[in-house]
């Protein structure tokens, strides 16, 4: 037992109550430790789980959250990476982009509904990358929310829950991904 045995406890208790608000869209298959796998093919894709990156900070854990998916597609010949950034002031107006020098990204950047999202939900990294040897997109998100925060001094302990649209946005963006992806 560790000294963060119970910290990390309750984080992996608040990874399990955020990844149970998407129970509307579709239901835990499977729950490990720090990994919690969904039905992913009731929403159309492969696979899909959420899980914590832990940082250690001093006298301190940062648990970011992630969702992790996958799509199948065998349409592109090599490995790619498209990443999605913000352009704009820090605080105005943001604008997402999808950078890559390949044509899927500018296929992304137009598509109105997946701009709509990502101004929506504020990505801390959202991030597809093509496996030809998987022949499939590895999609990870880390949303602005689901993270879990600790500290020692200052006492503060964090933690947020999606709102009903966010959970609505991030299914319907994995979605639109694979609607994309397969066009």
Known sequence: MGIYSIIDNRAWNSLKLVTDQFNAFTTVTRTDINRIELDAEKIGIKTMYSSYKVMNKWMGRVYIFKWHCFIEDSASPHNQTIKLQYRGKLF??????????????????????????????????????????????????????????????????YFRKPNDVEIQQTIQLVQRFRDVFTS
């Not at 040897?133 to 500290?151: A, S, T, V």
């Open 92 to 157: 105005g107006e943001k604008i997402p982009e999808f950078t890559s020098k390949h044509e899927l990204a500018t296929k992304l950047n137009k598509d109105a509904e997946i701009m709509k999202i990502c101004k929506a939900i504020d990505f801390e990294k959202l991030e597809l990358s093509y496996s030809k040897r998987d022949n499939g997109w590895n999609i990870e998100i880390w949303p602005n929310y689901g993270d879990f925060i600790w500290m020692l001094i200052p006492p503060v302990r």
